[in-house]
């Protein structure tokens, strides 16, 4: 496939969507917060997911013996990095320091994805690409702050566990694409629901939670697994096989816009005037790049074509 004909067949706009629907998160995830720890809820998403496609597991197993010692290490961290240990990491960070360091350090998570797709997948990106980077950047932290000049990090444990949860997801985003080449986005999302699953019950374990729930968080919890979970992630990895690393991390961005706007449509939240600037800027750079991707001969990532991708 030459570099035009990628172009065409980009897919950052369904990338974007499925970063969308994690925006609805927030709302379904409020009422489980105020009931259950967050590995608990963690957990159960998973177990959830996993036995809905257990009867694909086999398939994807095969699928997965076929492949080589790389795509296994990747499907490793994906699951057990990407959707488990990162999520977790995340929510450490809040409990353990302030309510800002994460989300200023979570920014990093593109400039991650943008090295880690130049080492693992010999992706390069143009100078034209900082013309839809960095404004997507700037607009993420306006629109994550309220007062944007005024932010203070602290606590370096909370920082730590930041730029881990950070380069985890990363990592999750360009592995995802590496073993897209050779597993259908099926196999890969059960793949990756299904080796979450254990490092999910061991975080419970490791932090003494309970795996108990009522059935008064049933309806929660399997809107949660499923709409932002499993729907989300089967949307992103069919995205993911047609849109380089380096484009998909920034089409992610779409997942604070809307937590934005159901929070202030649903959960009584404010903005101030430069939160409503960045939400706007995020989403015209977001979508001038998947635009861009499409029409322009030039695209401002140069992928290198993987081989034997998978129908």
């Not at 991650?112 to 950047?137: C, D, Q």
């Not at 989300?232 to 690393?245: D, E, Q, W």
């Not at 695209?299 to 290198?304: I, K, L, S, T």
Request: with cysteine; glycine share 8%; net charge positive.
């Amino acid at each position: 496939m030459t570099t035009t004909e990628g172009a065409r067949t980009d897919r950052t706009w369904l990338v974007a969507l499925a970063a969308a629907l994690w925006g609805t998160d927030g709302l379904l995830r409020l009422g489980l917060a105020e009931q259950l720890p967050a590995s608990t809820v963690v957990f159960w998403e998973h177990l959830l997911v996993a036995v809905v496609l257990l009867p694909l597991l086999p398939s994807a197993l095969r699928a997965l013996a076929r492949c080589g010692p790389r795509e296994w290490i990747a499907v490793l961290v994906i699951g057990g990095g990407a959707s488990a240990l990162a999520t977790a990491l995340f929510t450490a960070a809040f409990q353990v320091g302030d309510p800002v360091t994460p989300l200023v350090l979570q920014k990093l998570q593109p400039v991650f994805a943008v090295l880690a797709a130049w080492v693992v997948l010999g992706e390069r990106t143009r100078a034209g690409y900082l013309l839809f980077a960095v404004p997507a950047l700037l607009g993420a932290w306006l629109l994550a702050f309220r007062e944007p000049l005024d932010v203070e990090i602290a606590a370096a444990k909370a920082a730590l566990f930041s730029v881990g949860a950070a380069a985890l997801w990363a990592a999750g985003t360009v592995l995802g694409r590496l073993v897209s080449a050779k597993l259908s986005s099926r196999d890969v999302t059960t793949l990756r629901f299904s080796v979450g699953l254990p490092f999910a019950g061991l975080i419970v374990a490791y932090q003494g939670d309970t795996y108990a729930v009522s059935w008064d968080n049933a309806w929660g919890l399997a809107l949660l697994a499923f709409v932002p979970g499993l729907l989300a992630l089967s949307l992103y990895y069919v995205g993911l096989r047609s849109t380089p690393a380096a484009r998909a991390t920034l089409a992610e961005l779409a997942f604070p816009v809307t937590a934005a706007v159901i929070g202030v449509s649903f959960l009584d939240a404010t903005l101030s005037p430069t939160q409503w600037l960045g939400l706007g800027v995020v989403v015209i750079a977001v979508t001038g790049l998947g635009w861009h991707e499409r029409v322009r001969r030039k695209p401002v990532v140069v992928e290198r074509q993987p081989a034997g991708a998978a129908p």
